[in-house]
């Protein structure tokens, strides 16, 4: 009869559980039941009990490789302007299992503010025909970057979309990589900021203020 398919989430939470509650564990046998004064028995036993064991080893090695890779992959991306000319102080690390994306917005790196955005979103694909500066397959995600950098409630809410890979800026035929939209009360959204993604994180003050992808959009929203 042919063993049932296993999914990999459960798979993954079955390797957890420890190996006295798991359907491959081998029984406790006693000496009668072993019939360690029947060396013959004591033989055959012996001798099946090496290939289940075995057989069990590498069903656990398949398991532990098979969770390793369903945690997915991480990326992390500094912000340049959409002219190339300015790096923005912070950056976002992601953690990528798709369709899914879960990751920090961070502001404390370098920017120093007390608090990172928290975001979360999944891959979607935005039509090219619509003049969005970021089309195509992106992860959209929910960012708390309004509230972080205005260290409250801002009553305000950002949509971040990201690609995953950074190329060189071509301000000829700019491929961007990253904008976001924002809506305060829920009105109405609008475009926040865009430009190109690099692979170089966060970048300091030089001389002045430090500058932030959504710092000037913050202002305003928050200044009327």
């Given at each position: 009869m042919?063993?049932?398919?296993?999914?990999l989430?459960?798979?993954c939470?079955?390797?957890k559980?420890?190996?006295?509650?798991?359907?491959?564990s081998?029984?406790?046998?006693?000496?009668t039941?072993?019939?360690?004064?029947?060396?013959q028995?004591?033989?055959?036993?012996?001798?099946?009990?090496?290939?289940?064991?075995l057989?069990?080893?590498?069903?656990?090695?398949?398991?532990?490789?098979?969770?390793?890779?369903?945690?997915?992959?991480s990326y992390?991306?500094?912000?340049?302007?959409?002219?190339?000319?300015?790096?923005?102080?912070?950056?976002?690390?992601?953690?990528?299992?798709?369709?899914y994306?879960?990751?920090?917005h961070?502001?404390?790196?370098?920017?120093?503010?007390?608090?990172?955005?928290?975001?979360?979103?999944?891959k979607?694909?935005?039509?090219?025909?619509?003049?969005?500066?970021?089309?195509g397959?992106v992860?959209?995600?929910?960012d708390s970057?309004?509230?972080?950098?205005?260290?409250?409630?801002?009553?305000?809410?950002?949509?971040?979309?990201?690609?995953?890979?950074?190329?060189?800026?071509?301000?000829?035929?700019?491929h961007?990589?990253?904008?976001?939209?924002?809506t305060?009360?829920?009105?109405?959204?609008?475009?926040?900021?865009?430009?190109?993604?690099?692979?170089?994180?966060?970048?300091?003050?030089?001389?002045?203020?430090?500058?932030?992808?959504?710092?000037?959009?913050?202002?305003?929203?928050?200044?009327?």
């Amino acid at each position: 009869m042919q063993e049932p398919i296993i999914g990999l989430d459960f798979a993954c939470e079955y390797a957890k559980l420890p190996e006295s509650v798991q359907g491959t564990s081998l029984p406790e046998w006693s000496l009668t039941e072993l019939g360690l004064f029947n060396h013959q028995k004591l033989g055959q036993n012996f001798q099946e009990e090496i290939p289940l064991k075995l057989k069990s080893l590498a069903v656990i090695a398949l398991l532990v490789l098979g969770c390793g890779a369903a945690f997915g992959q991480s990326y992390s991306f500094g912000f340049l302007s959409y002219t190339g000319g300015i790096q923005y102080c912070d950056y976002e690390v992601l953690s990528v299992s798709a369709p899914y994306a879960a990751g920090t917005h961070d502001l404390k790196t370098v920017c120093g503010f007390p608090l990172d955005g928290v975001m979360v979103g999944l891959k979607t694909d935005i039509p090219t025909n619509i003049g969005a500066p970021v089309s195509g397959g992106v992860y959209a995600l929910a960012d708390s970057t309004f509230d972080a950098q205005y260290i409250g409630v801002s009553g305000c809410q950002m949509d971040w979309v990201t690609k995953l890979v950074a190329p060189k800026v071509h301000l000829s035929n700019p491929h961007y990589g990253w904008s976001f939209y924002f809506t305060c009360g829920g009105g109405g959204d609008y475009l926040g900021n865009y430009g190109f993604l690099t692979t170089t994180l966060g970048a300091p003050s030089q001389g002045g203020p430090v500058k932030s992808s959504a710092g000037k959009t913050i202002e305003k929203a928050m200044s009327k």
